[in-house]
């Protein structure tokens, strides 16, 4: 128990122990935004994205041939 807690310990001295610390905790924070923002406005990213491009095909017309 004494070697885990002293490897421990070395890792928590270390500044890139520390500094890789903060980075994945960065990263798990980032990955879950996404996950979020994606669940939250996937439904309705996806209806106005359908009503866009049923608009786009109907409303428009294409140029006169030349």
């Known amino acids: 128990?004494?070697?885990?807690?002293s490897t421990v310990r070395a890792f928590a001295r270390e500044e890139d122990g520390v500094a890789l610390t903060?980075?994945?905790i960065l990263l798990a924070l980032l990955v879950g935004g996404v996950i979020a923002a994606?669940?939250?406005?996937?439904?309705n990213l996806s209806d106005a994205w359908e009503a866009w491009g049923t608009w786009?095909?109907?409303t428009l017309e294409p140029p006169p041939a030349a």
């Open 1 to 5: 128990m004494k070697a885990v807690m």
């Open 22 to 24: 903060e980075y994945l």
């Open 38 to 43: 994606v669940t939250v406005a996937g439904s």
């Open 56 to 58: 786009w095909t109907t």
